[in-house]
């Protein structure tokens, strides 16, 4: 990911606050030259600065190839297209894509069999506890369920965090900006319009 100092954040909470609001992720690693990508949900450690707790279903921890290798964990939060017809007068006419992204680096560490079924039951609350009637993981058949997964720890050894939300834009381009994505249509996307202003009165603007 291109480094770009205007949209770059290197504070952990950032990337916490991230993976709390987008708990999809794609883990990616080199298995003798080849890389290989998967998709699994994704929890905070909490008990540490930044760590990431996931598991894979078997054989993918074999595709992976998971040893004293690093992996890349892509997590992925709102983007959306922003139309140049959108900007203030005299704004670069270039369309472009608002997102938040953090890439997210570090060593697996396979949990043991406990580690996974309790992994495994937070995994499954955190999403259970938003239906109507929630079902939760019975431990007695979660744990026959946690045999064909493996359970990981990532401990981040490094990480980088993009939040591209007009940063770089004028007052009036942004607050158009913003209008333009809450307004129905193609491009329509009130919870990135919320996020950039959330960003903007962080900033002290609006």
């Not at 998709?39 to 707790?53: F, S």
């Not at 922003?82 to 890439?103: D, I």
């Not at 007695?140 to 990480?159: C, D, M, Q």
Request: charged content about 30%; some cysteine.
């Amino acid at each position: 990911m291109r480094h770009n100092p205007a949209h770059a954040t290197t504070d952990p909470d950032v990337v916490r606050n991230l993976v709390r609001e987008n708990p999809w992720a794609t883990i990616v690693s080199s298995n003798d030259g080849e890389l290989v990508a998967s998709h699994y949900p994704i929890l905070l450690d909490e008990n540490a600065e930044l760590a990431l707790l996931t598991h894979v279903g078997r054989p993918d921890e074999e595709v992976h190839g998971f040893a004293d290798c690093e992996v890349l964990v892509i997590v992925e939060g709102r983007g959306g297209y922003v139309s140049p017809s959108w900007y203030g007068p005299g704004a670069t006419r270039a369309p472009t894509w608002n997102f938040s992204v953090a890439h997210v680096y570090g060593v697996p560490e396979v949990l043991d069999e406990d580690e996974n079924l309790a992994t495994l039951t937070r995994l499954v609350e955190r999403f259970e506890r938003q239906v109507e009637e929630p079902l939760y993981l019975d431990q007695e058949w979660g744990r026959e369920v946690s045999k064909g997964t493996v359970g990981l720890r990532i401990p981040a050894s490094r990480f980088l965090c993009k939040r591209k939300l007009s940063q770089d834009k004028d007052d009036l381009s942004r607050r158009q900006v913003i209008a333009a994505l809450r307004r129905p249509g193609p491009y329509s996307h009130p919870a990135l319009a919320d996020e950039m202003e959330r960003e903007w009165e962080a900033e002290g603007g609006r």
